[in-house]
């Protein structure tokens, strides 16, 4: 292993053999050959990459990859068939919250035996019993039976011994999907921190978001093998391009009609600098939208275009009313130029209203009407994606 | 020589396993960890109540005679059938996080020991209530057979709980092996019952020798007879070296399995 590194993955391939129906008895393996019948799949073919000390890695690629499996090699809960895995220092993964918790001894208690399955001595649990106290924040619970708590609690008390361990690799899959969005920010800051102090983090996510904003190297798996691996603005940005390609279907709109909608939607499209297809924009790209609509006969109607993140924070509600007067009620084909979206990098939903003017009712509704993709370079936080320019200058400056 | 320093490094582990097994198994039950001792007391009420009432042994004080033994012999049992399950029963953990696998078998290994231990205090307590009495020279000897029997027992558990996670009909078959062993050694009756020509093959039963070793201590208060502890030395140290060895190569498939 070089001195460098702090994870070696040598040509690393692993099957896994699926029984049709495994017989797990005597009996079952006696009485019916079929079920000894299985098929050899090759998950990971031939795997191999390095990650340095000081850099973190984001493993990427569609469902079904191997990246899980991967993973549970990574921290020695499968072994590779063939290939070499280190590994420098102490792992700790957040891929299974709470293990070994007993619902009937106290969070406090708990600290100890999920800590020692880390691999911490009595005398380290001592020294981070107050920090992981803290950091799970349960007040006056801490002495209370686990099982009393609520599932928001078990996570945070889980979450707090596992990234409190003092781990040189810290493995994380899909993280923070726990607690509430200001535990999450926490878990965000405190996972920064530890990279700051030389903590080496692998993380899986399908968020290119996550990624860019922990790691700085990547990896991307496909088929059993690297397809590309290096600097993550590059390789996410190929990911991205070729998940683009794959896309197509999984976006198509998707008519919702309710009984008591009397209108409809249909024919909808999402052009991005005046092209069909494509799912995934820049804050560079000019969007418009196309859709045909049928409403009530008399009356007229408006517009409502809402654009919601996946994590439910509503980034644009925009109400077309045609200067107070309204559409015709009937039909019509309508072209709604968007413009450019300035947002950050993630998934976003687009919902489409037609409302009955001056009344609270709605002619129909789609929602979601399309999910895509931004992807905007660099790291952000928030909403908005803006490019601001900084200048400084000292007064020794003219 | 690497699985001796990973299971150090992971001490903490086995003894919260172990403190968790101790604590959590009787939590919500009313007699809690009274438990511990009421289990072997029954068995002794319907032994001693069989085998001098109903069918009477011609064995001077046969409780005592009995306890001596019964308590080990639960031990021993105890991690044949129960310690099937130990890895699967935690496959959850198993599935999802890394630790040495052998901690599970020695973490269960140490509880039933500590469960023993426990016991053996009842039975202090009986010999000298009873008036039997003790000798403390023999007692001497009693940590040894206690670390033999260990020897025996996790070299057990490692091995039938490995193999367990590849066929699930172990658990059943340990169940019926333990049932028939219990009669092959000597804990309803006497040592001297088993034919002269039959005790060399006897005593190749490693429990045989260790509990006719706690008999000695206990019942006839002296030494036990060394000759007797061979199987027993012999099969401690082998097999806790094959079972750590057949433990290792079979756990690393463990979680295909689950």
Redesign the interface.
Known sequence: MQDWNVIEVNHVAKS??IYTDKG????ERAISLKRNRYQTREVLKDINFQVKRGDSLGLIGHNGCGKSTLL?ML?????PDKGSIEIRGR?S?L??LG??F?P??SGR?NI??N????????KE?DERLQTIIDFADLGDYIDNPVRTYSSGMYMRLAFSVAINVDADVLIVDEILAVGDVNFQRKCLKKMNELQEQGVTIVLVSHSMEQITSVCNQCVWIQDGVVVDAGETGRVTERYLAFMEEQAGAEHVAETVRKKECIGTIDQAQLLANGAEGKYIFTPQDELELRFHYTGPDTGVVCFLVDITREDFVTCLIKDYTNDEKGYPGKEGFVTIKLGKLPLISGRYFMNLKIIIKDTDDWAAQVSPLFSFDMYAPGKHGGVLYVEPICEVRTTGDQ | MNVLKDIY?????V???V??DL??RY??SALGFLWTFLNPLFQLCVYSFLFTVIIPMPIEKYYIHLFVVLVPWIFFSTCMTAGARVVLDQQ????????PRTVLPIAFTLSQLVNMLLSMLVILVIVVVSGHGINLVALLALPGLVLLQFLVCLAIVLIVSAVTVY???MEMILGVVAFALMYAAPVIYAESYIPEKLRGLYYCNPMAGILSGYRSVFYYKELPDVSILISPILFGTIGVVLGFLAFGRMQ??F??QM
Do not use: W
């Open positions: 896994f053999k797990h008895t005597l009996k549970k921290t020695k809960i499968m072994y792992v993964s891929l299974e293990a070994g007993h009937d001894l208690e100890y035996i800590a020692s399955i880390f691999g911490m001595t009595r649990i | 490094r992971y001490r903490e582990m003894r919260s396993l403190k968790r604590q959590g939590k919500n959850d953990m198993v599935k999802k996080i890394y630790f066929l699930r009909d690393r498939h979680v295909e």
